[in-house]
């Protein structure tokens, strides 16, 4: 408890940098220069902020008695979608962007184009209703009720799976036992596109974020490939980290606002949404919950091949390659117990 009224004090007073280096998914900001820290922020204000939404389609789901808001049970499923997101626009529009409204709120716009994956409605690729519902069908998840980060990746793999790796012309491949698998992501590069997204999953703890592997996730955010950790606090619900520096963790949190739907890309209506936090929120090492995820976006066999290499000499047993699966799982059968979140 003290882990969270700490949090929320330090993220009462506005960011102001940091006596160290901040690294931002393969960036590195010295932000005790005005200009680094003017950067720093302009780059984390640009990545796509996806919060709870009220009075969307209802839900098509046995037991979600047309739920039409995911506010107190749908942070993961937020959290998820922004990992996509990251990635998605890492690959269409590259790290050196920036959101300006004056081009990317314009018709035809490729920041438009993701956004459409994104909104809260039935037929968009990564919408809730989309998440939720297979959530349903493949694991068991019934709507309304908490999904962790192991969860929300397999959901995420069975959307690509069943059509959007040909539309968006990316595949995924989510290893929700923390066992990365050589085959499976050269199979899917073999077969054509412009790459794919690696979801590794792990529970680092019995309970807490174990200290012990700290320095091996924060080397994360050094890497080029890397597009982000899906988390939570140590008695929140789930945050979207996409930045660090030894103290801290820098995230955006799906909790603050719950908006009406987003229903179009019409720019009136974008506009009107929160779509970029203005500041970062912080969160110290120690009070990292134990379950995360990890976003990778690989573009070649070779671009693999590093990740795996700079992997392995971060911690290789943390971090497991293997050439082959060891045997076929069904799926859902890896889902490590990540439901536990206390829900807000």
């Known amino acids: 408890m003290f882990k969270r009224v700490w949090q929320v004090i330090k993220n009462l007073f506005p960011f102001s940098g940091s006596s160290s280096v901040i690294m931002m998914l393969g960036r590195e900001y010295q932000t005790t220069d005005e200009d680094e820290l003017a950067e720093f922020q302009e780059d984390f204000s640009s990545r796509l902020w996806l919060t709870y939404r009220h009075s969307f389609s209802p839900i098509n789901a046995s037991g979600s008695k047309g739920l039409s808001r995911d506010d107190g049970w749908g942070c993961m499923v937020r959290v998820a979608q922004m990992a996509l997101a990251q990635s998605l626009v890492a690959l269409r529009l590259g790290r050196d962007w920036r959101y300006s409204e004056e081009r990317d709120l314009s018709v035809g716009s490729v920041y438009l184009e993701i956004l459409s994956h994104f909104l809260d409605v039935p ?29 929300a990746a397999l959901v995420a793999q069975e959307i690509f799976d069943k059509g959007a790796a040909d539309k968006l012309g990316v595949s995924c491949a989510t290893f929700a036992d923390g066992l990365i698998v050589r085959s499976v992501v050269l199979d899917k590069l073999k077969k054509g596109g412009e790459g794919v997204i690696v979801l590794w999953c792990r529970k680092l703890g019995p309970e807490d974020f174990n200290m012990i592997y700290k320095d091996a996730i924060q080397k994360l955010f050094a890497l080029p490939q890397f597009q982000g950790l899906a988390s939570g606090g140590p008695t929140t619900a789930a945050y979207f980290f996409v930045a660090c520096n030894d103290a801290e963790l820098f995230y955006l949190d799906p909790h603050v606002h719950t908006q009406p739907a987003l229903t179009s890309t019409e720019i009136e209506e974008v506009k009107q949404s929160y779509l970029h936090t203005p500041r970062p929120l912080r969160l110290q090492w120690n ?58």
Do not use: Y
């Not at 209703?129 to 969860?151: I, R």
């Not at 070779?302 to 799982?329: G, H, M, N, S, W």
């Open 123 to 151: 037929t968009a690729t990564f919408s809730v209703q989309s998440l939720v519902e297979l959530g349903e069908q493949v694991l068991h998840k019934q709507a309304g009720t908490w999904f962790g980060p192991s969860s």
């Open 287 to 344: 009070s990292l919950n134990a379950s995360v995820c990890g976003a990778f976006l690989v573009r070649s066999a070779e671009d693999f091949e590093k990740l795996c290499e700079d992997l392995t000499a971060t911690d290789d047993t943390l971090f497991e390659i293997l050439d082959r699966p060891l045997e076929l799982q069904a799926l859902g059968e890896a889902v490590d117990t990540d439901d536990g979140f206390t829900m807000l």
